[in-house]
């Protein structure tokens, strides 16, 4: 297997402001991505939005919902500018790691994990995740709870889901939104987020808010947007669900034998995924194996003596040894830039 740079394309604003995360939903890596219709090609937007509340109706979203959620008239052009006109810079893993576990980041995740504590270890043994990933991916995710989003999401994704470029993908989400407007998750003045339609401190797109997201205070409510609970308990709850294993840790770095990629005999892994960085990896073998392959850890020191399988991840300069939590990081974002920079964060935090 040849040694290869990953690149992350990331948005410029995201490099200046630090604030918020890729979200659960890695929309670069979604599937059914099209070019955006040309003006001339899309249908008239009050003649599309007829239809699509008439779709609502059908779906049995009710009609205050309805009229309330869908009285825009206009597409919102600060999103179709956005969509079309993403400024990209191009990271490899190490640089962008590098430049969001700054010092200043890393101390400010240790004291949010002082501060909450309490509420932490509540919610840490009742999902049986540890705290410390918790507050790393609340902190990669919405800086803190800093940022958790501006824009209408209802009126963002209607807008780009009529723009045509992931229609599909976009609408569906549409119906998740309107959806949580109708069971009464959340008013619909508070119902925003990213402009493209990623919600809260845990930026969830709303398909997954309906699947994941938790009221931890139980005041009815599952407020990803106020709740510190509720934010915490969505995060727990999502990687619970996707196969987290309390007292497992994600990975760790390691060092390569002589000859580095060229002596490993772990071929890639061609996992039936949508998730392309699971197909980046190498295939899991025991750590016994990785050891007599020459594996050894970060300081030259051997491997665990335990009974568990990992992969090799590269990021060009670094190699990571990464075990099941870590594909429950990549299934929050499909991309090694996030899963290792939550990892990576998360040791630096403590116990």
């Given amino acids: ?12 604003s995201t490099l200046t402001k630090m604030a918020a995360g890729l979200g659960v939903l890695c929309l670069a890596m979604a599937p059914h991505a099209q070019a955006p219709m040309a003006p001339a090609e899309r249908p008239d937007f009050g003649d599309w939005m007829s239809l699509l509340r ?34 990209e810079t191009i990271l490899t893993v190490d640089q962008y790691v590098e430049r969001r576990l700054t010092r200043t980041f890393v101390t400010n995740a240790r004291r949010r994990a002082i501060t909450h504590r309490s509420l932490l270890r509540s919610v840490s043994q009742a999902y049986q995740v540890g705290s410390r990933y918790l507050v790393a991916i609340w902190g990669l995710e919405s800086n803190f709870g800093r940022f958790s989003g501006v824009r209408p999401t209802v009126h963002a994704l209607a807008t780009l889901a009529w723009d045509g470029r992931r229609a599909t993908l976009f609408r569906n989400e549409l119906f998740a939104a309107l959806e949580i407007l109708d069971r009464g998750y959340i008013d619909h003045h508070r119902l925003k987020g990213s402009w493209a339609g990623a919600m809260g401190q845990t930026q969830f797109m709303p398909s997954s808010y309906l699947k994941y997201a938790e009221d931890f205070d139980g005041d009815g409510h599952r407020d990803i947007w106020a709740s510190q609970g509720d934010v915490f308990a969505s995060i727990a709850n999502y990687l619970k669900q996707h196969g987290w294993q309390d007292g497992h840790t994600w990975g760790r770095e390691v060092s390569l034998p002589d000859g580095g990629w060229s002596r490993m005999s772990g071929a890639v892994g061609l996992r039936d995924t949508g998730c392309r960085a699971l197909r980046e990896m190498t295939v899991a073998l025991p750590l016994e194996q990785w050891h007599t392959l020459g594996v050894r850890a970060a300081d030259k020191g051997v491997l665990p003596r335990v009974d568990r399988t990992g992969s090799l991840v590269s990021t060009g300069r670094r190699t990571f040894l990464v075990y099941g939590n870590y594909e429950s990081l990549l299934q929050y974002n499909c991309a090694h830039a996030y899963a290792l920079s939550v990892g990576l964060l998360a040791d630096r935090i403590g116990g």
């Fill in 54 to 87: 008439q779709e609502a109706l059908s779906r049995g979203v009710t009609p205050a919902t309805i009229e309330q959620a869908l009285a825009f008239e206009e597409p919102l052009a600060v999103v179709v500018e956005r969509d079309r006109t993403q400024a």
């Fill in 1 to 12: 297997m040849r040694q290869k740079v990953e690149r992350l394309v990331v948005r410029r």
